[in-house]
């Protein structure tokens, strides 16, 4: 029988981390301002456009003035990362003007909206400043834009929108026709040189409190103003969208949108995008604030409203159409670009955190959107609102959680994450092991065989194999009781990012074992109770392997030296066949289990390993030369050490009371 600390070890299990999806695999960078005070609103605001970014914090504290605001310019490097290359803020810039409250950005051109700058005499008019990038990458501030007729409390740039051509500042308090709230939209365009407003817009039934550009959404032809104040019929707040259409180059009212099943306070218009022939609505306060998104789609004629949004896991409390906190607020935010739709919920409650948020994808299927993955992260103490912003480019997504919270003294400094879309599946070489290890040791009468030899992009998917968190390579292989047959594949060793494999209970395996020569980033190894048999591999130059096991197999042949192998904490090649002389432990400067019990080596001991402790080896039974050594008495816990070890010959030994393989 194997002794005592074998049997412990061929007990011991190294748990590997589940394998991740391939459909969806997204990776993560969370950025903070390097700057940040409490109550910043950090990612109060975001936009993106190829590979510039911007994160708002519109309650920023500057030269000692409070809530002035600054925008902070993130730029994507060829490996996909986010980096700070520069901080915005106006170069007039007063308290509680709040710049940053809104943001656009669209190739070398930002917009940024400052709701309660003071114009002249007039607290909270508000104002919009573009910044311009120059050759060399620097922004600067080109231009500051006002209403032409601007009043007090008008909150201009409280929504601002972008294209190459036209800005776009909404000013959703604006007094228009005497009316306070009613809201108004004004159009800049480029003349000599210079945005110029060309166009003021309202809407042609608005009122009092209609808050008419609460959002707003520029796509080509197409303008979406939101006005979730708005009454329909005797429905207090209900809320209205309006349509602009551009022709002749001005804008047109072209349609008002209303929701058939609309109740009072819904709020639609709460958010609003739009790309080509597609648009998104949000009603935030919809079914007792759960909140509803609804897509709405058209060319020529009205648009007409295609689909209705929701969380799969939303929750509301309160009366319909009345949101009594905790609620989701889903489609608070929203974002859309080719077919892919973000939107945010703010308020979710996930694992008993109450604003905790999230932010949701929805991806174009079969002519419609259908949930494809979920946003959300908890750090801090306090409820962070992630998805108070939200903004989509291509492959990447960016979220504002501006109440992220590190620490009572940090109080809503606030956070923003980048999240980038990796490549789908592992690399066609990684495939072709893992298919050539199928095919070897014939999967097909393995006892769980779930997805093997499914389509590309799903190997991540695959029983017994794990990736890293983007689906892009393989990290771990682990098999257990499979009903593996035959021999294992000799290119093993090109999975190079492999960092743990365990092969264990497949008494059918035979053949020698591949050489793992190149697997740098290996640090677990168990192979067990198998019939393996040949050479045990070489470790040398495996400098990340902390863990090495070789279990009851049918290894032969001497341990081959093991060189400089600094993270190696644990060795196991008891219950073998191996014969020859120990190879020197001196390059195993953090070794603290080695157990070699049950083979047939030859020769004295080496010098132990400084971190080898009592009870932390076990050298017998073996055919090993009677060399006394109070070291390795104390390490093995039995005096002196060699007392079960045997002087009959090697070929005897298994029949001298240990039951070899």
């Known amino acids: 029988m194997l002794p005592l600390a074998a049997l412990f070890l061929n007990a011991l299990v190294i748990a590997s981390p589940p394998a991740h999806p391939a459909a969806e695999i997204w990776t993560e960078q969370r950025v903070l301002d390097p700057q940040a005070q409490g109550f910043d609103h950090f990612g109060q605001a975001v936009a993106i456009s190829g590979p510039v970014a911007l994160v708002s914090a519109s309650e920023a504290t500057i030269d000692g003035q409070s809530s002035q605001g ?6 994507q490097a060829a490996d996909g990362s986010w980096g700070l290359v520069q ?33 002249g005499s007039n607290n909270s008019q508000g104002a919009a400043y573009v910044f311009t990038q120059g050759d060399d990458g620097t922004w600067t501030e080109t ?22 051509d036209m800005i776009v500042v909404a000013a959703y308090g604006a007094h228009y026709n005497d009316q306070m709230m009613r809201g108004s939209v004004y159009v800049y365009t480029q003349v000599d040189g210079r945005w110029t407003q060309t166009q003021q817009l309202a809407a042609a039934d608005g009122t009092v409190g209609d808050g008419f550009g609460s959002a707003i959404a520029l796509s080509g032809a197409n303008l979406l103003v939101s006005a979730p104040g708005a009454d329909i019929d005797d429905r207090h707040a ?78 509301a409390n309160g009366t319909e159409g009345i949101g009594l906190p905790p609620t989701d607020n889903f489609g608070m935010t929203v974002a859309l670009q080719n077919g892919t739709a973000i939107v945010g919920a703010s308020n979710v409650t996930i694992d008993g955190t109450e604003g905790q948020g999230a932010a949701y994808l929805f991806r174009r ?35 504002g959680v501006f109440g992220y919270t590190p620490d009572w003294e940090h109080y809503q400094q606030g956070a923003a994450y980048f999240y980038r879309r990796a490549a789908a599946g592992i690399p066609a070489s990684e495939r072709a092991v893992l298919v050539d290890l199928y095919e070897r040791t014939n999967g097909a009468d393995w006892w769980d065989m779930n997805g093997w030899l499914g389509a590309p992009g799903t190997e991540c998917d695959w029983t017994g194999v794990t990736c890293d968190e983007s689906g892009t390579t393989v990290t771990g292989l682990m098999f257990g009781f499979t009903n593996m047959t035959g021999t294992l594949p000799p290119t093993l060793n090109q999975l190079t990012n492999l960092a743990s ?43 990340s392997l902390q863990s090495a096991m070789f279990l009851n197999n049918n290894f032969s042949g001497s341990i081959p030296p093991f060189g400089e192998l600094p993270a190696l904490t644990w060795f196991s090649a008891a219950g073998n066949r191996l014969g020859g002389s120990l190879p020197s432990l001196a390059g195993l400067s953090a070794l603290e289990g080695f157990f070699v019990g049950g083979n047939l080596l030859v020769g004295p001991p080496p010098a ?28 093995t816990g039995i005096t002196p050490w060699y007392r079960d070890c ?13 039951d070899g393989p």
């Open 646 to 658: 045997t002087d009959a010959p090697p070929e005897t030994i298994f029949g001298d009371g240990f």
């Open 238 to 315: 209900q809320g209205a969208v309006y349509r602009f259409a551009r022709a002749d180059g001005a804008w047109h009212q072209a349609q008002k949108i209303v929701v058939a099943e609309g109740v009072e306070n819904d709020q639609l218009g709460s958010s609003l995008a739009i790309d080509g022939d597609t648009a998104l609505v949000g009603a935030m306060w919809r079914a007792g604030g759960q909140g509803v998104v609804y897509v709405f789609t058209g060319s020529a004629g009205d648009w007409v409203q295609s689909q209705r949004l929701s969380a799969a896991d939303g929750a």
């Open 143 to 164: 231009q500051k834009l006002v209403a032409s007729d601007g009043m007090p409390v008008d909150w201009f740039g409280n929504a601002v929108a972008l294209t190459d």
């Open 608 to 635: 132990p390993s400084p971190n080898l402790g009592p009870y932390g080896a076990e050298l017998c039974p073996n055919a090993l030369q009677h060399v006394p050594s109070p070291e390795w008495d104390a390490i």
């Open 87 to 119: 901080t915005l803020v106006a170069s007039d810039g007063a308290a509680y003007n709040e710049f940053g409250w809104s943001v656009a950005v669209s190739g070398r051109t930002a917009v940024i909206g400052a709701l309660n700058a003071r114009i």
């Open 70 to 75: 600054k925008v902070l310019v993130y730029r």
């Open 365 to 399: 299927s079969g002519g419609t959107l259908a949930g494809a993955h979920t946003f959300t992260k908890y750090e801090g103490i306090v409820s962070p609102y992630f998805g108070a912003a939200v903004a989509l480019d291509g492959d990447n997504v960016l979220v």
């Open 501 to 543: 494999l365990q092969i264990a209970d497949q008494s059918q395996l035979v053949g020698s074992f591949p050489s793992l020569a190149g697997l740098t980033q290996l640090q677990s190894i168990d192979i067990r109770s198998t019939g393996v048999s040949g050479n045990l591999p070489s470790l040398a130059g495996l400098t």
